[in-house]
């Protein structure tokens, strides 16, 4: 919701931000959706019961919602509140330990539709060692990693609560004061979504206003634009450097990147990157970069353009996407001989240079191409916003710290999980467009109870596109770190 945190008012501006925009364009004009998943390794046995009431509460919380367009040119979309659900798909087949990947994979491709619902997917299976599994799927329209993570917290403390109820012989909590719950810290909210046909800032006057607000900040944000001129490049190497891939054959046929998933103490890895004067997102920019290196994505001895998620997600903030980004060049350097490896001898040059731009970002001093011209992005029509995707690349590395997961994320069916992933997945990505977007890789990285996770999704499809090669290029440079693994 694009309401402004310090508001209260359950009536506040329900209009989609610029990246509700941008990942509903990416679905409806070129055919591409993004989800978000969270697949859980869970040490005890399928409890269907639990599943149940948590599907209950995350069907009361703020996914439950959908895109409705403005009745003006020029009007934003707004979001409505939504009755349309999937239900649980609790599974009786045990699931190979070996296999849970294939397992997300399938669960990944469930079909959400954030304009007309279903928005979110829970499924869940045991395993063959007598654990289970569990999978969230939500639309990266309407919940970017914080909305996920916060929506899934919510419903836990709803189940959890139902079960106190139900064990004492209590009433069942109110699903509409539930429906209000607050992704950033799971306690409840004043503020909620309209229903549909509620008229609330919903009709043709708030269009109106809308649409003639978007039109004088699109004008604004050109003044702007003219005003701050170019950006300085980033002198790195990067996907549009690269270059663009001449057709072929196969352009049309699904792609299927390569997705490794490695386990490490979290403990090493702290004292790994405290040792070499950088942080733990540092040493992930650091081991984000030293793959595209060993895997010969990218050049040793000349920095690397790594692009860093940040969240902006305040608190009783329930936008569906709340999220920045800043890049940063991050020096490389060629071990001596015999090895010769291509590594990153400076963490303390992505700790100086990640945090001078965290604060240019979050103070507003940050020059951006980008950036003032969102207003005007947002009214183009679709044959526009195509046309302008056409030669549109992902990041040579993109590395996306998740950070600490909370307690009740980490076990949302009451036990906590041996190991958790967390990731996105692009549906309906063709091997076309895979080579047109240039990437190198994506990673997310997280950790709970002791253990930090990477997810790292090959995207060149030369180095890093088959498993062998992304697994040997992350055991590599773990290697060179100290760090353990546990490949899933």
């Known amino acids: 919701m694009t309401s402004p945190a310090t508001t209260t008012d359950p009536t506040a501006s329900n209009r989609l931000t610029y990246d509700d925009d941008l990942f509903l364009r990416t679905r409806r004009v070129l055919g591409v959706a993004v989800v978000n998943q969270t697949i859980w390794r869970l040490p005890a046995p399928l409890d269907a019961g639990a599943v149940r009431a948590l599907h209950r509460g995350l069907a009361n919380g703020p996914l439950q919602r959908v895109v409705r367009p403005g009745r003006l040119p020029g009007a934003r979309a707004r979001w409505s509140a939504s009755a349309v659900s999937l239900d649980p798909l609790v599974e009786s087949t045990p699931v190979p330990d070996d296999a849970v990947l294939t397992w997300a994979d399938r669960q990944a491709q469930a079909n959400l539709d954030p304009e007309n619902g279903p928005t979110w997917a829970l499924a869940a299976a045991p395993t063959a060692s007598g654990g289970s599994v569990l999978s969230f799927l939500t639309s990266h329209v309407v ?13 836990v403390a709803e189940a959890t609560l139902a079960a106190g109820k139900a064990a004492t012989g209590g009433a069942a909590p109110d699903s509409s004061r539930a429906a209000t719950t607050d992704p950033g810290d799971a306690a409840p909210a004043v503020r909620r979504l309209p229903r549909e046909g509620e008229r609330i800032r919903t009709g043709l006057v708030a269009d109106l206003r809308d649409a003639t607000g978007q039109a004088r900040a699109a004008v604004g944000g050109l003044r702007k634009a003219a005003r701050q001129g170019p950006v300085p490049p980033v002198m790195a190497q990067q996907s549009s450097d690269r270059p663009r891939p001449a057709p072929r054959t196969d352009d049309a046929q699904p792609a299927n990147p390569p997705v490794v998933v490695v386990d490490t103490d979290a403990s090493t890895w702290h004292r790994a990157a405290h040792a070499a004067g950088g942080t733990a997102n540092s040493l992930l920019i650091a081991v984000c970069t030293e793959i595209l290196l060993a895997a010969g994505v990218a050049t040793a001895g000349m920095p690397v353009r790594v692009s860093v998620p940040v969240s902006l997600r305040g608190k009783n903030d329930l936008r569906s996407n709340a999220t920045s980004g800043v890049s940063i060049a991050v020096d490389t350097t060629v071990t001596p001989a015999p090895e010769r490896a291509g590594v990153v001898a400076d963490m303390a040059q992505i700790r100086a240079s990640a945090a001078a731009e965290f604060r240019a970002l979050t103070s507003g001093t940050r020059v951006d191409t980008l950036g003032p011209l969102k207003p005007l992005m947002q009214m183009v029509p679709d044959a526009v916003a195509k046309l302008a995707a056409r030669d549109a690349t992902a990041p040579l590395c993109l590395a996306s710290n998740l950070g600490r997961l909370p307690a009740t994320f ?28 240039r990437g190198g890789l994506d990673s997310w990285w997280s950790e709970h109870d002791g253990v930090a996770t990477l997810v790292v999704l090959g995207l060149d499809v030369e180095h890093l596109g088959e498993p062998a090669q992304v697994r040997a290029a992350v055991e590599s440079v773990y290697a060179r770190h100290g760090l353990p693994v546990r490949f899933w």
């Not at 958790?420 to 692009?426: D, E, I, P, Q």
């Open 143 to 155: 919940a970017d990693g914080g909305m996920h993570i916060g929506a899934l917290q919510a419903a």
């Open 410 to 437: 980490a076990a949302p069916l009451g036990t906590p999980a041996s190991s958790v992933l967390m990731r996105g997945v692009t549906q309906g990505l063709t091997r076309g467009r895979l080579r047109q977007m």
